[in-house]
């Protein structure tokens, strides 16, 4: 204690020497760009009254405070408490001193149990350790996590958040995302070995072919360290050999984020002998495939990506796209190295820029527009964090990285969309801090490029956004100075309330303009420096007249504000709040001069307007003028509206004007003094008389303002907040430079050392004027109400509506002057809690005493108790909304609403991210200002609510608990609201609230009106919540829930309705474990006794209530719900709650049903829960690598414990056998199953009625939010489960077939049943299953048939899926049944059922052991043979491979015996002569190459054998093999398997181009469409990429293709597309020689291949250098001939001899290739295109009609792309390029967007 009396003493010491000298200093460091806002400010010394909490917080971790309980012991009572001192400590940024000692008291909290300390408090512990090592340093630090717990304890997460009851519940309490947090904010501390153990334990998991590989990933990537003792190489070999294992997005942005970490944490210097250059192309062609961008006219379809798992989203991003750019952008940037002679990234990041380059044209859109543009601008701000954070990178490697961007950044600036502009903009605006004077100009260049033409309107508003965006380039080089003054001439013009868009811009543009330059009116140049300087003092000399201009045309948008409304309300907010800063920023950098010119321009404004359409705008203003310059804008503003207001004389009064110019004036008076502060003692006699005499006003409007002048003098008086924002400090602001020379201090920067900050803090003078209002106003208005209490009559209702006004008004602007503080014991202040700031309002406290003692508060809430006792008496209820207003002003406000301070923090979150500067400043001074001051009010929110809770505050809570369960719905509404915010404040009222409420409930008594309020009360979320933390408060609360059964009116019963749904959506269930708290043992031990008795008391009783059956169907749903909700493992089940919920099963109602299946599937788990045991796991890296399953490894999998006793499994096991003997409720139990498969969806409950209203609040549980995750979410994911059922499946069936009709719960349910009693399950299942067959039921209607076979799919896979819970004896008797109805289901069956047994069988062999699928597979093997191909039944045989495609999909790689079997069935089979059989035969062919791939490893004979059926002569083979070999392919290909059979296109490639021309169209469109997608695959093995491109380059020499120009077309996009997509892979000299096919293919006899080879030569081209453009260009041209052919003249005499000259074809070619050159550079200008288009056009006049029409359009497609930049690409043309160029195809349209 006397240690901290001593610290006390030296902090006040330390405080008050700041306050004296207002000078706020700090010498932390400013952190670098991009920071959020929970980093913390560099300038925390800037607050008054600073103080740490820290050293305390620490000093409760080992016990040294004895007051608290101390954490070293974990008593779980004191954590919440030391939490949230934690938590404020690290609002008000203070550093973390010991993170170990932190780290180490939360970690056992984190990892408890739930049950033991709640799960709230869990998942505060689990957020504030995140905080914690969020905020401290990773480097310099010994503090040292163990992963493994937190390995533990998420899998326990996934794997318990697929398990029902209690303790899943629980578990899940912590939100996955937080625990995902956390772990990305530990790992930096793992341990250095933590890389290779986590490698290893992920090793058994990656298995390509089945789903887990994707749970690998997803762990390897959260938990795997950025640095560690493992070997680069070895790791990057790694992650690229499996990355082409799947092609998926979510696949991809985990790889990539995992690179991006590694590369910033192993940063290496050299990169050419590092270990990344060996995976560069392979990494670039990534960024590639990724961008998925069309190839102009090849526009063919991508394989389908590989579906990903539902239970492994929970790894993912839930912004995918946004994602996978921004980890592509960082992994680019931190690849980059300094050195540029080593920088080999340099050479293939231009590549890939100068590929995607055309893209971000305005005239190119499609899918690939919001990838690419969130792709520049998170490249950009990379860069420019990376590249001012390290010193290294020279300004050569600047200038290079800005070259190659320059061209994509402009393009995208005036795209027509939303996405390209705005992120160009914010690209621009990160790379303005590089402070490039090149990027300056040629950002200039194009913005006055627009403004000069104004050609579309977009542009313009890009170009002024754009200018917003680079204010830091302006101030960099006297040459942005010399722009500024003619930009914001021009942009004035922009201001256009007619055009919404371009006023936000400009008004922009101007915020960030002049909130770094201040003006002074008389400014000098300096003749020491003229040159230099000229440009700043040219801009300093216009400064002070425009922003004259600037606030005419901003006063004049006022005027005309009701134009933007038509806009809508965000519109109108967004320009009024950038009107607010605009005119803030005016006055507030303007010196004494400028600041009395521009008030008296507002003055002259406001004496002649009146704008009531824009009275909130006008105070703004009015408010930001004083506030900028009180003492000259009170005496130039506020006297003019003080004298329009009050007529002088003898006796001062208001002026005989209408009302509504008073309460005009009024309102400008009120905004005037909002920020006086001091300057308001001046006018103390003004404005109490201005107070007075509008006070006594008749009429209430003018009260009302008057009362709101009077709240904005008191808040202005007695709050504290800064006094400037100016971008200089006051030092720097009064010095005598800034009176000559302020360019001196343009985008001055600052560090925090030297920064300053001054802040209006309340003087004596201030205060007493504040507490003479305040008692002269609260005095007559208390006296008043006394008055009407004691004599009703003696005042009019309207006098005592103002007395309320009045009291309301005090409590709001005085709310700092009546937060009362604590006292000692001895009756004193204890101001050792208090800030320094708020002394001298203590000490000033008692004035502020009107009687007997008695605060001002109290007696307001004393007065206000009295009178609402008496309102409601007399039934007097007008007034009882104005007087709940004013008992929440007294209860609840305290001086900083939480509301608003939420919202400052909000909109200062986004000035930062706009106005932030990376590695040079932070941020603007005025925005650290705005920092300082949010974090005051974060403090200031805290300690005024620090106060007693005096009796007359309770009586007040009393008094609004009546009011709002009030007969009147008027008054309740309020007193709600009133009461649910004191309830967030005065929590420990909360348990009084709930019991008096409960007991409303259960009160038949009780009026309608008084019951609907009491349950709208209760949906309070705060009382449902405190109602489910006390096992005293939740019995009466959840059977007050079922006796609203008692009452008959309809809107009672929907009320209850909605108050289960609210209670099911926000509520959790408490333990029965008592918590640690500070007791006894013997405490606690009764304590848990007595919740026992309590929870079997409560679930007893509402088994009364569900098992009533007079009772309506809606409330024994409720109470069986409630008890779903309650079940849990501890204690278990009894009898009668199987017995209920079974019978509940059979009930005829059909909502009961549904709950009763779900709860025996939560009783059944609980029971006999899924053993996961240490054994051999044979779907894992080892055994699929080496193709034998024999060898897999010994994986260790979590047990899942707390098993019941057997005695409790027995008495369960029993209960069941007994309902399934009983043969009325065995039979009804599957007849309800088969029935509630035949209800129509017309028949389901609609949303109107109360099960529909139940269902669809049930489902919002679900989609929003839940600000209590874990049992709350888990509750409303039970309702949702049992009320909608989700159909959700594992991919375990045919790739192309899903189970309509099957039932998720209804299988869970039937295993259950299985997995408890094992073989005694047998002959119930049988008995039903003989019921449900095919066979038995193909008489019934095409509906009852569906839900027939539904039903007995259903038992078959619960069957199935139970096999390893059997004997071997109970194995063999359920195959004896198995194989005789699969037999019938390929005989019986109806096709419309067979995706249900199909699915039945996926589901029911999924990862089972292979020995026992094989009796199965035997059986369809031996019906498959019976198939004779001449047999009539094609339905049976495709029936028969369907469930064959079933077994293989679930066997997978297991069972190579059954692999080959089934290709032998194919190959046998392919060429069927029915189109559904051959489809089947694909399936199951798709699926076994799945099965039996390997990563680069030759592809299996056996499909070979297979796949050369269709080789050779192609167009000779059967039609029918052909068509079953490429539906196998497609299949794959729209399955996700395209990965698995990439080893087979080489074989494949000839028969589908020579298929082109088939006969067959239908065959042939098939083999079209698989072509375009085999074109699109990615080969990553070198020799399967040699094969390939060989097999390109030898087809044309093939006979078939030389006969079929369709296989001659239909290569050429193949080999565009393999080139694109292979650029960064394939040698220069393989693109050469596809190039070389290509152009070969422009001599082609035919037309049509002709224009194919031209547009694939496009491609190619843009892949070309200059020097090899300029070569094939004189190519064409050699080819083309020197001059063009003329036109054949008349035979006669003097006729010419004709002029030999090459074929038409090859003339044609030649032009054909010239213009794919032209087309290929788009939107600029190489050195050789104006040569090349003036040779060209030569030719317009040929005698060829084909080359005339070829060169024509060359020359459009180049005006159409070039003529927006005319302007600037005409000067790389000479007169007579210029001249040739436009006298072909010119448009005399100047722009093409018109």
Known sequence: QQQQQQQRSNHNEATNHLHDTGIMTDEATTPPHFSKWDKPLPNQALLPGQHELMPLILSQLGGQDTSLPSLAQREFGALRHWLRQLNKALDLGEKIVDANSIAEALMPFVLADAQQIGPSTQLKAVQTLTRVLKKTPKSGESLVIDWRPLWQRFLTYLTLSMIAGYESQAMLAINGWKLKELIRRARPFFASTAVQEIRKELLPLWCPVDDAVFRAQGLLCLFMPSKGSFELKELLDDIFDKWPWVTRAEWDTQWLDLL????????????????????????????????????????????????????????????????????????????????????????????????????????????????????????????????????????????????????????????????????????????????????????????????????????????????????????????????????????????????????????????????????????????????????????????????????????????????????????????????????????????????????????????????????????????????????????????????????HGAEAKLRNSADAELIWNLHLASSLVSRGGTALVAYKQQLTTLCKLGVNHSSYDVVKATLGLLQSILKSLSLTYPLDYRSVTPGDWKSPEMASQPWLFYSREYSASTLSLQWHEPNEEELTMSLELVNNLVAKSCDQIESYIVEPKSIPKDELKKSLAGLRCVLHGASVLLSEPKTTAEGDVDQSRWDTSSRIVIRNLDKCHVQSGDSIRERIASVLHRLTRQLVDSRLLDLLPLVCKVASAVLNDRGVSYGSLQARKQLYGFSKIKYSRPGSGGLPRRLIVERAYVQYLMREHERLWMVPHAPAYKLLVDDLIELAIHDSPKTRKPAQGALATSLHHFYFWKRDVVVRMTANLNNVQLSQENLLGTLSLLQNKTLLRAACKDWRLLPPFVLGLVHGHKHESVMVQAAFTSLFIAFARNASCPPLQAQLQICSSSQLSAITKRNFEVYTGLVEALLQYATDCKLHWRYQLIASACILFLLRRDPAPSAAVWNHFLLAAVSEISALREVARYALCVLLKIAQPKIIGTGKIDNNYSGWGSGRPENADVMGRMKTSGILPEEARNEAKSVLQAFLSDEKHGFSFFKFLRQDHETPTSQTPTPSSPYGAIKRAAALGITLPSASPGPAAQSAANLTAFLHIPKMWPLSHSPLISPPNLTQVNIEMLKGMVRLMGDDALPYFFTALKQYTPQSVNSKSRGDEEAFNATGAEILAALLRGVKYFSRDGLEQLLQIVNPLLTSVTKYAPPESMRDWQGAVGIGLNRLDVSRVEPIWNCLVAEALKWDEADSSSLGQCKTYQLISAVLAAVSWRAPNMNMQAIELVKQRAGNAYKHVRTEFA?????????????????????????????????????????????????????????YVTGYIPYLLEPVLSTQQEADREVAGEAKQLLGQLAQLTYWDASLRSEILHKMLELPAVPAFEDSWHARAALLPVSQIFAFNHSFLLAAGDVQKLREAVVVRLLDTRTEVREFASGSLR?????????????????????????????????????????????????????????????????????????????????????????????????????????????????????????????????????YYL
């Not at 399936?1483 to 039996?1492: C, D, G, Q, S, Y």
């Not at 600029?1724 to 070829?1750: C, H, M, T, Y």
Request: glycine fraction near 4%.
């Open 260 to 647: 991006g970490r590694v590369a910033k944490a192993n940063e290496c210097k050299s990169m050419k002998s590092g270990p990344w250059k060996e995976h560069l192309p392979q990494l670039f062609t990534r960024f590639l495939h990724i961008f998925d961008i069309s190839l102009g006219d090849a526009k063919v379809e991508r394989p389908h990506n590989r579906p990903y798992p539902g239970t492994c989203y929970f790894f993912t991003s839930r912004h995918q796209t946004s994602a996978k750019m921004r980890s592509m952008a960082k992994l680019i940037v931190q690849l980059f190295s300094p050195n540029a002679e080593d920088d080999i990234i340099m050479p293939h990041f231009e590549k890939l820029m100068k590929v995607i380059e055309p893209y971000y044209h305005p005239s190119n859109s499609g899918s690939w527009t919001e990838r690419l543009s969130q792709f520049l601008e998170h490249l950009c701000c990379f860069y420019a964090r990376r590249i001012l954070k390290n010193p290294e990178f020279g300004p050569t490697h600047t200038a290079k990285f800005l070259q190659v961007m320059t061209v994509p950044i402009f393009s995208a600036l005036y795209g027509k969309g939303d996405s390209m502009p705005s992120a160009a903009a914010r690209a621009l605006h990160a790379l303005s801090y590089l402070k490039s004077p090149t990027l300056l100009s040629d950002v200039l260049e194009r913005v006055n490029l627009v403004f000069s033409t104004f050609t579309a309107t977009h542009q313009t508003l890009s170009a002024m956004d754009a200018l917003s965006y680079i204010q830091p380039l302006f101030f960099s080089t006297p040459e942005g100075i010399q722009q500024l003054p003619a930009l914001l001439e021009i942009t004035l013009l922009g201001l256009d309330v007619n055009d919404i868009g371009k006023t936000l811009s400009a008004l922009a543009f101007y915020g960030s303009i002049l909130s770094w330059t201040p003006f002074v009116a008389e400014a000098s140049l300096a003749p020491t420096s003229p040159a230099e300087y000229a440009a700043h003092a040219s801009l300093a000399a216009f400064l002070p007249g425009w922003v004259s201009v600037l606030l005419e045309r901003l006063l004049a948008l006022l005027s005309q504000l009701e134009e933007a409304a038509k806009h809508g309300d965000a519109t109108r907010n967004n320009l009024q709040n950038l009107i607010t800063i605009v005119v803030h920023v005016l006055f507030m950098q303007a010196d004494q001069t400028v600041f009395e010119t521009l008030a008296q321009q507002l003055n002259n404004f406001l004496a002649y307007n009146t704008l009531s359409q824009a009275k909130a705008e006008m105070r703004s203003v009015c408010s930001a003028a004083v506030y900028s310059n009180p003492e000259a804008g009170m005496k130039l503003l506020f006297v003019p509206v003080y004298n329009k207001l009050v007529k």
């Open 1483 to 1539: 399936t199951v062919l798709a699926i076994v190459m799945r099965n039996l791939w390997r990563p680069f490893s030759r592809p299996d004979e056996a499909v070979l054998g297979i796949v050369r059926l269709i080789r050779g002569d192609a167009l000779h083979t059967a039609s029918q093999t052909l068509d079953s070999v490429l539906r196998a392919f497609a299949i794959a290909m729209y399955s996700g398997y395209a990965t």
């Open 1659 to 1791: 491609s190619f081209a843009r892949m070309a250098s200059d020097e090899e453009m300029e070569k094939t260009a004189q190519r064409f041209f050699d080819g083309l001939g020197s001059t063009p052919a003329q036109k054949r003249l008349q035979r006669g005499a003097g006729s010419p001899s004709p002029v030999a000259v090459q074929p038409e074809h090859e003339r044609h070619g030649a032009v054909l290739g010239l213009a794919a050159l032209i087309s290929s550079v788009p939107y600029s200008i190489p050195i050789w295109l104006p040569n090349l288009l003036l040779r060209l056009s030569a030719f317009e006049g040929d005698a060829a009609p084909a080359v005339r029409k070829s060169v024509k359009h060359a020359f459009a497609e180049f005006w159409r792309t070039h003529q927006d930049m005319w302007v600037l690409q005409e000067r790389y043309f000479t007169p007579e390029q210029i001249e040739a160029v436009k006298g072909i195809g010119a448009s005399s349209t100047s722009s």
